[in-house]
């Protein structure tokens, strides 16, 4: 008995297969390296799973993803609870990530969000105010985005699947990439 269904891991290989030749990867990755290396910072943020994953993706560029090199400003903006709870008890839950990027974003920093469902309001909420704040703009996303053009963000990438592991899967790929890919322009450095 086989525990994985072979089309679940044939659809993750074909989705896998199409970030290989999607632009926006490679825009992603040159809007960050460029933003990092001009002493910008990145402002990254998500729900639930991509909230965790924001987390993540912050710890490898403030402390190291594949080699010990000098710690890159990247804050994601979910894992100051008391920031988060604070304003959504006190204003909406859409405006956490919002009032996050009012405090800390500036001209030239750069806003990266995830939602699955590219619908999250307090992402797209994020986003705008990243846009008003003459930030450069990220989405990763899943199919459904149409949303999220709506807002007019600089870069997105959009996972062509509406199934929420499989899209919450390929963004971890792809911060992982992106993460592999700032690392080496930035110091020069590989991995074996």
Known sequence: ?????PERI???IRLLGSLNEEPGVLRAIDCLAEALHNGNKVLVFGNGGSSTQSSHFAAELVNKFYFRRP???VLA????MAS??????????????????EAFGRAGDVALGITTSGGSANVLQGLA??????????ALAGKQSARL???RVDVLVAVDETDTPAIQEMHLFVLHIMAEKIEERLFGGKHD
């Open 10 to 12: 044939q659809r993750r």
């Open 77 to 80: 903006l979910s894992a100051d």
């Open 129 to 138: 105010a990243a846009r008003a704040k003459q930030m450069r703009t990220i």
């Open 149 to 151: 053009q709506a807002v």
């Open 71 to 73: 710690a890159l400003p």
């Open 84 to 101: 988060v709870t604070s304003i959504a008890n006190d204003e909406e839950f859409r405006f956490v990530f919002s009032r996050q990027v």
């Open 1 to 5: 008995m086989k525990i994985i269904d």
